[in-house]
T-cell receptor
Framework: GAGVSQSPSNKVTEKGKDVELRCDPI?????LYWYRQSLGQGLEFLIY????????KSGLPSDRFSAERTGGSVSTLTIQRTQQEDSAVYLC????????????????FGPGTRLTVL | DQQVKQNSPSLSVQEGRISILNCDYT??????FLWYKKYPAEGPTFLIS?????DKNEDGRFTVFLNKSAKHLSLHIVPSQPGDSAVYFC????????????FGQGTTLQVKP
């Protein structure tokens, strides 16, 4: 079946501009996650959506970052007034996340969006 | 506070030998652990997982060992192949927050032909 897809695959923008990154999760997955990976760094958690619950925004680095998930499916990560330090690969993942089975915690990742802020 | 730690940033092994990647955690609430592999310019790919009720899980050339008392897990790859060269991340989740994974910083494995 189709995996997690992300668009665009690459985005180059000028400092101060807003950007929107899109994620289409695996059909039927209730949980959706955003991470970013800066050069030479590990995976940094940003935000987590689980069903109809309020999202866990504890990883968002500043109020310039926001995300929404419409209809329990597609998600958009928005970065306002981009800065050079925002340059990174932004990864989206989804999982079944059912309390009945821990193996449903397994997250499946998309290919990422490489964001470059000039 | 780094709850999941991979203390070795890199590892180099010869093709055909065993690769052992290590991971330590501090949160005793973690009860489900996963390993991911990541190639450059791609998203991480799920490799293998283990529940805290087990101490070993095997899938082909990959075996994950869990030592709960030491809060330590390891991934063994036998025999190692050049195509295994990638960054390996361990991750953990807690029963109290099902679904949210905490990732380590990753270990870059290089398998030399």
């Amino acid at each position: 079946g189709a995996g997690v897809s992300q668009s665009p695959s690459n985005k180059v923008t000028e400092k101060g501009k807003d950007v929107e990154l899109r994620c289409d999760p695996i059909s039927g997955h209730t949980a959706l996650y955003w991470y970013r990976q800066s050069l030479g760094q590990g995976l940094e958690f940003l935000i987590y959506f689980q069903g109809n619950s309020a999202p866990d925004k504890s990883g968002l680095p500043s109020d310039r970052f926001s995300a929404e998930r419409t209809g329990g499916s597609v998600s958009t990560l928005t970065i306002q007034r981009t800065q050079q330090e925002d340059s990174a690969v932004y990864l989206c993942a989804s999982s079944l996340a059912r309390s009945s089975g821990r193996d449903t915690d397994t997250q499946y990742f998309g290919p990422g969006t490489r964001l470059t802020v000039l | 506070d780094q709850q999941v730690k991979q203390n070795s940033p890199s590892l180099s092994v010869q093709e055909g030998r065993i690769s052992i990647l290590n991971c330590d955690y501090t949160n005793s609430m973690f009860d489900y652990f996963l390993w991911y592999k990541k190639y450059p310019a791609e998203g991480p790919t799920f490799l293998i997982s283990i529940s805290s009720i087990k101490d070993k899980n095997e899938d082909g050339r990959f075996t994950v060992f869990l030592n709960k008392s030491a809060k330590h897990l390891s991934l063994h790859i036998v025999p190692s192949q050049p195509g295994d060269s990638a960054v390996y991340f361990c991750a953990a989740s807690a029963w109290s927050n099902t679904g949210k994974l905490i990732f380590g910083q990753g270990t870059t494995l290089q398998v030399k032909p």
